[in-house]
């Protein structure tokens, strides 16, 4: 299978010393990559995933994201494709979002998404929180995992047939052991790793990411501030030049 490379401009991370590059581990066309790392499905690996996709999108591309988590917010592409100098309303108008609230919507999500690629044409896929909808109570275990399996063999037909980069999102591990077992059969069915882990203390801690096909591995250090900053310009008022002096009329009765 041909593949190619999704590249992406040295500028979006520091070069240091024990610093990741993300040229290095980006994703790659026609490769299902499994990203895990610490908080609930994963969350701190979702930054990583918005820095591939603002790349794409400037590239005047297409990027289809499916959210199981209920946590994405296109805002935070916004200081990304900034500090791109791209055009952030027609980057963000190529990013195509999908939000499942209960896993058979998901599955079915899932199920349009070859359709909708032969349409967009989009060289990337993101599933965030693919996991989470399982641990709903009404699911159970054994429709946990046919749909479990049946999502991961889409992922793979659309990964064959459409060469696109599919990054799935999910917690690196879980005291749960029906959810370690679904994590593991991700991690097993994917081509390429990306997990990450928190270091240092609370208030100066890293995200420290590990790349096992390359041996890659470091810490993640933004070159801007991830929060979105919202200017509101002040009023301008036409101020109306009046008389400061004006004279009080009293009022009478009109005397008859």
């Given amino acids: ?75 935070r592409l916004i200081p990304l494709l900034e500090s791109l100098n791209a055009d952030v309303e027609a980057c963000l108008a190529r990013l195509y979002l999908s939000r499942g609230f209960t896993l058979h919507q998901l599955d079915g999500q899932l199920s349009r998404l070859s359709d909708e690629l032969n349409i967009t044409r989009a060289p990337m896929l993101v599933v965030d929180g693919l996991l989470t909808m399982h641990q709903d109570d009404a699911i159970r275990r054994l429709e946990s995992r046919s749909m479990l399996r049946r999502h991961l063999n889409l992922l793979e037909r659309i990964v064959k047939i459409h060469n696109t980069a599919v990054m799935v999102i999910t917690e690196a591990q879980s005291t749960c052991p ?75 009765e009109k005397q008859r």
């Fill in 178 to 252: 029906h959810q370690e077992r679904r994590i593991r059969s991700i991690y097993r069915r994917a081509q390429n790793h990306l997990r990450g882990t928190w270091r240092g203390g609370r208030r100066s801690r890293t995200l420290h990411l590990h790349h096992p096909q390359t041996g890659i591995q470091g810490r993640w250090l933004p070159t801007h501030q991830p929060q979105t900053r919202f200017q509101i310009k002040p009023r301008s008022f036409n101020e109306q030049k009046m008389n400061p002096v004006m004279d009080a009329c009293s009022l009478r």
């Fill in 1 to 75: 299978m041909n593949t190619t490379r999704l590249s992406t401009p040295r500028n979006m991370v520091l070069v240091q010393q024990n610093v990741i590059d993300l040229m290095q581990i980006q994703p790659q066309s026609g490769q299902l990559y499994h990203l895990t790392g610490p908080g609930h499905s994963g969350r701190s690996m979702r930054v990583i995933a918005e820095h591939w996709v603002a790349w794409v999108l400037m590239q005047g591309e297409a990027v289809h994201w499916i959210d199981g988590a209920c946590r994405i917010d296109p805002s």
